[in-house]
C-alpha cells in the first residue's frame, strides 16, 4: 500500500537582506530587501510501504525541507502530502506514534543520563506496553551492540556510541515510516558502514518505510534500490538507482594541473571535457580506460599534478538534471 | 585610530542587535517605574518630595543605563573559561582598554535610549522631572560621573579575573548582584535607608558607583559634599585599580603558565 | 490523562537524577534562589520601613503580598521557568522538531520538561514570612481563606504561564530576542505591588501589566480576608482566557516555524 504520497508540493521563504557595514544597518531601518527563495518547488511522488528511498541532492537543493514536510514539522506552501494516510502538519497522536525522524547530528537524549533513562522516558511518551518496550530493546541494543554503554552518562560517549544510543531513541516506538536526515554525517568510515547495515537490516526485518536523505552517495548506492533526485527545490529524477549508477559508476574524472599550457581539442581525444581553465582541466573517462589514459598523459603532456577520484554527486545531479532538460 | 575602528565593528553590531538591546534597555526601567507609581501611594517620605523621588528614580534609572558596567560576564565566561583571552594576549593594546572601548557602544545605546526617555518625560510628564543645573552641578555631575563609570567598570573586571581561580563562580555573581542592587540605591534613596544601614551602604564604594552622582545632579549637594563625593570616588578608584592590576598580573601568569 | 501523569512522573525522576549529576550547578541554583527569595523579602521591608501603608494596604499586608508572590514565583520557577530560558535556544538550534515529532502536546512537553528543585526554597522563604507576619498583626484566616488562597494562587500562575508562553511563542518569529525571557523575568516583578497601584493610574499602557499584579494580589488578599467577588471572578475570566490565547496562539505560530537549517 502506499505509505507516502506527495502532490505539488511547494515551500517558499521570505529571506532578509542587509547591506554592507554600518550605512546598510542605518539603511535598513528604513527599507528592508526580501527575496522569495523557493525551497521545494512543485514536487509530486509516492513512495510504498517497505520501500527505502534515498533523496539526494546538494546541500540546500531542498531535501531536508521536504523531509520536514513529510513530518510534519513544516507547514507546505502549497500542495498536498499525505503519510500513512494522515495529513502530517495535523500531527495527531497516531499519526506522531508511527514516525520515527533522526536528524544527523542533533542530541535528543538526556546529557547527564545514561541513555538508558531517556529511554524509559520515550516509553511513556509513546505509551509502549512493557513487554514490547523490553523486546524492542533487546533487538536493538544486540543490533547494535551497545549493551555495555546504555548505562553510561551520555556526555562521556564517543560521537559513534552517542549516534548508536540516538538512534536506537528513535525506533523504540517501532515506526512504520522512519526519516533519516544525514545520518552518517560526521561519522568515520567504520561507523558509517555500520550504520548502513542496520539501517538495512531494520528495514528488512520491520518492513518499515525508509526514506533517507544524504549528500554521500555511498549511503544511497549501498541502501537504496530508488532515488529521488532533488536540485534546487525541484524533482530531477525518480526511478531506479540502477540507471544512475550505470551511467556514472562506469566513469571516472581525473583532475589534472598542467606545467604548460595545452590545446582543448587535444585533451578532448582522451574524454569529455568538463573543465577547462589553465593550468587546470577536468575529464571525465570511462572506468576500464582511466589507468590508460592517465599514462597518456603523464607521457605526453607537461603535468605538474593529476587526481583520480570518482564523480560526486554534483556530477549526478548536472548531468541527470540537464539531461533531464534536454 | 585603531580603538575607533574597533568601537565601529562594535557598534554596528550593537545596532544590528538594537531589538535586543532595547529589551535589555526596557528592563532597567521596569523598577524605577515600578517605584515611582508605589510612591505615589504615599505621596513622599522622610524628606524627599514626591518628585525629588520620582526625579531619583529616572535619574538613577538613567545613570543605571549609562554607567553600570556589565563586562564581568564577558571576561568570566569567553575570555578566561573559553580562553579567548590569548587573543588579546597577542594584541598590543592593554586588555582593560580594549574591553572598555568594547563595552563603550553598549552604553551608549543604552545611555541613548536613556536620554531619549528622559527627554520624552521632561517634555510630557513634566512635573516628575526636576533636574535643577547649575554650571556648578553639570560639572561636578561630569566628572563624578566619569569617576563612577571607571569605578564599576574597574570593579567588574576584577569581578570577572576572579575566574582564574575560582572555577564555578556564578553562584558569587548572582549574590554579588542581589548586593549591588541593595546597596547602589535602586530600591530607595540610600539616605532613607534605616538607621545603621544607611551610615553602611554611603560609605561603601558602590554608593560612589551611581547614587552620588545622581544626588549631584539632583543638587541635594553642597560644593563641599561634592567635593568630598569626587574625591572619595577617586580614592576608591584608586583603591580597585591597584585590585585589578594585582589580580591581573597574578592571573595572566597562571593564565599562560598553566594554560586552559 | 493518566498517560501525561505518567510521563511528568518520569520527567520529574529524570530530572531529580540529572540535577543530583551535577552539584556545582545545584550549588549555584540554590544560592541563587535564596538570594533572591531573600532578596524580595528584603526590597518589601526597607520599602515599608518608614510607612504605615499604600494604597489601602497595610505595611504588613504589603509584605505578606511580597511574600506570597515570592512562593508564587517559587512553584513557577519549579515547574515552568528553565523551559522558558531554554525555548530560545531549542528554537535556534532546530531541536525543537525532536519536541513537535513526539505524540504529545508540544507546548505541553515544551512547558514542563525541566524541572528547578532548588526553586523549593523561595517557597520556604515566603512561607516563613507570611507565617510570621500574620502571627505580628495577628491575622488568624480561616480554612476558607486559606482554600481559597490556595486555589486562587493556582489560577494566578495560569495567568502568569499564560503571558509567558504567548511572548514566548513570539520567538518563533526571530530566535534571537533570547533576552525577551530576561525582559518577562523583570516584568514580573510588577506582581510585587498592589493591583490598585496600577488601576489608580488609568494609564492605558499600564493595563497590559494589570492581570500579572492580579494573579498575586488576589489571592494575597483573600488571605487577609479582604477580598470581593469582583476580584475572584475577573482571575478566572482572566485565567481562562489568556490560556486559550496562549494555546491558539502558539497552534498559529507553528505554522509559520521555519525549523533552523535546511
Known sequence: ?????????????????????????????????????????????????????????????????????????????????????????DRKTDFLKQIGLVMGQKNQLWWDLPPMESYLLNKEIYAIPGDRFKKTLGDLVDLMGIADIIGVQVRKLSLGQRMKCELIAQLLHGPRVLFLDEPTIGLDVVMQQRLRDFIRDYNKKTNATIILTSHYMQDVKELCRRVIIIDHGKLAYDGALSDITRAYSDRKILTVVFGKPVEKHVLAKLGEVKLFELPKARILVSRARTNAVAQELLRDFPIEDITIEEPGIEEVVRRIFSSHHA | MRYLK????????????????????????????????FWRGTQGIGGWSYTALTSYYLLIAAAGAFLSSHIEGDVYEYDIKQGELVRYLIRP??????????????????????IIVLACVAVWFGNYLSVPLTPLTLLFGLV?????????????????????WLKDIRGLYSFVEILGIVLTGFILPLSLYPHGLREVTLALPFAYMIYYPVLIFQGKLGLAEMLQAVGIQSLYLAVFVVIFTVLWKRGVRQFTAIGQ | MRHYVRIYAMLLKLNLSSMMAYRANFINSLISSVGWGTFQIVWVYLLTSRITGAFGWKSGELVILTATYVVFMGIFHTIFSRNFENIARIIDYGTLDSFLVKPVDSQLLLSVWQVAYTNVVRIIIGGAVIVHSLALMHYRPTLAA???????????????????????????????LGNLVDFLFNITGVSRYPTEMLTGMKNVFLYPLIPLAVAVSTPARTLVGRVLAGDVLGLLILSVMLFAASRFFWKFALRSYTSASG
Open chain 1, 1 to 89: 500500500m502506499t505509505a507516502i504520497s506527495v502532490s505539488r508540493l511547494s515551500r517558499y521563504f521570505r529571506i532578509y537582506q542587509k547591506g554592507a557595514g554600518i550605512r546598510g544597518s542605518i539603511a535598513s531601518l528604513f527599507r528592508r530587501k526580501y527575496t522569495t527563495a523557493k525551497a521545494v518547488d512543485d514536487i509530486s511522488f509516492s513512495i510504498e510501504e517497505g520501500e527505502l528511498v534515498g533523496f539526494i541532492g546538494q546541500n540546500g537543493a531542498g531535501k531536508t525541507t521536504t523531509l520536514k514536510c513529510l513530518s510534519g514539522l513544516m507547514y507546505p506552501t502549497r500542495g498536498e502530502v499525505s503519510v500513512l494516510g494522515y495529513t502530517p502538519f
Open chain 2, 6 to 37: 574597533i568601537f565601529l565593528l562594535h557598534f554596528e553590531h550593537v545596532f544590528e542587535n538594537r531589538a535586543q538591546s532595547l529589551v535589555w534597555f526596557s528592563m532597567s526601567l521596569s523598577n524605577p517605574i515600578l517605584q515611582i507609581l
Open chain 2, 93 to 114: 593594546f592593554p586588555y582593560y582598554w580594549i574591553k572598555l572601548v568594547e563595552e563603550a557602544p553598549y552604553r551608549i545605546l543604552q545611555g541613548g535610549f536613556a
Open chain 2, 144 to 164: 563624578s560621573a566619569c569617576f563612577a563609570y571607571f569605578l564599576s567598570f574597574t570593579y567588574k573586571m576584577s569581578l570577572g579575573l576572579l575566574a582564574f
Open chain 3, 146 to 176: 486559606v482554600a481559597g488562597y490556595v486555589t486562587l494562587m493556582l489560577f494566578g500562575i495560569a495567568i502568569m504561564y499564560s503571558i509567558w508562553f504567548l511572548v514566548t511563542t513570539c520567538l518563533i518569529w526571530n530566535p534571537r
